[in-house]
């Protein structure tokens, strides 16, 4: 039977100090039927140094650096994608690495399901810069009940979505996926989507399951490198709003886009975000901007007032006054 090739996409950026031991992950895989494809998007660090040293091995296809930088990771995954001439694709971070025998193990797993599996992917550990874990994945997904990712499954991609993808981004890094070419449709990566900076994955994940069926492999093959400067860390006021407004952005394309009821998603939406404001945010345009279409400004305050129920109801009556005649 033939063997699936598989293209494995560094995007890499200023992450000098990880590289070696990302690539010498990729290079020792036990599963040999691979191509490389290096890109560097305009690093500021000797990045460059470490690829050169990597480009002449006889499985790199591709070494692409940019003049300038693009400023989108999803820039960099699409060009690799275009790329790519493997059966499956594996954007393997280049902060991240794994275990040697981490695309052996996802092709064996699809083979006892038939090879039926589009998208494949294995649990992750967290570990620091150092490499010191910090945490196992199977922690991220205990809000569900029953966990299923203390297990093996699969499932059809619709009810991935269904039940889970809806929630949160249960797929929580890329470097522990492969996923088929031939998912990827000419309007996957749009403009908009390009432009994302944060959700951009969550968003990737749920518009290549609706045509997938999706295989998890419990195995800790993926080491997920948490540090200061990935893009989930969401510390100053502009990133939480921008992560809520990408946040909306995947709420309305599944309310256009799929029949999936996400009215329990959106409640918990809001009140996360209102768990950021204060009162006097109400008279400030960003408070508006996460509001789903269909949601006016009195009713989205109205929510936020009974969420803050410590306010009487007077004074709610006279904030709600002053807004309607600022509004």
């Not at 699936?4 to 992450?15: A, D, G, M």
């Not at 020792?28 to 050169?52: C, G, H, R």
């Not at 399901?113 to 922690?139: C, H, M």
Request: charged share 25%; hydrophobic share 40%; aromatic share 14%.
């Amino acid at each position: 039977m033939r063997v699936p090739l598989i293209s494995i996409i560094v995007p890499n950026y200023n992450h000098e100090v990880f590289l070696e031991v990302r690539l010498d992950s990729i290079f020792n895989q036990t599963y040999k039927n691979f191509e490389v494809i290096l890109l560097d998007d305009a690093s500021t660090d000797n990045s460059l140094f470490v690829l050169n040293k990597y480009k002449e091995n006889d499985k790199v296809s591709h070494l692409v650096i940019n003049d300038f930088n693009s400023g989108s990771p999803f820039k960099q995954w699409k060009k690799g994608i275009d790329l790519a001439i493997g059966d499956f694709v594996w954007i393997a971070e280049s902060d991240d690495y794994c275990e040697p025998t981490f695309l052996e193990d996802l092709i064996n797993f699809n083979k006892t399901k038939e090879n039926k599996l589009s998208i494949i992917y294995s649990q992750s550990i967290d570990v620091n810069s150092n490499g010191v874990f910090n945490s196992n994945r199977v922690n991220f997904t205990k809000n569900f009940k029953p966990n299923i990712w203390e297990n093996n499954f699969s499932i059809s991609g619709n009810e991935f979505i269904g039940k889970y993808l809806k929630v949160k981004s249960v797929i929580p890094n890329a470097s522990a996926v492969i996923f088929k070419k031939s998912l990827i449709e000419s309007n996957i990566l749009t403009e908009d989507h390009l432009k994302m900076k944060i959700c951009g994955d969550w968003l990737f994940w749920l518009k290549i399951s609706k045509n997938a069926q999706v295989g998890f492999l419990s195995k800790d093959l993926n080491f997920f490198r948490y540090h200061s400067n990935v893009t989930r860390n969401h510390d100053t006021s502009d990133k939480i709003l921008l992560r809520y407004k990408e946040e909306k952005f995947i709420r309305c394309y599944l309310d256009n886009y799929t029949s999936v009821n996400q009215f329990v998603e959106i409640e918990l939406f809001y009140t996360k975000w209102f768990s950021h404001q204060k009162f006097s945010n109400i008279f400030r345009p960003n408070f508006y901007k996460i509001r789903m279409p269909g949601m006016t400004c009195h009713k989205f305050v109205a929510k936020f007032f009974t969420q803050h129920n410590t306010f009487s109801k007077v004074r709610d009556f006279l904030m709600l006054k002053k807004l309607k005649n600022q509004i």
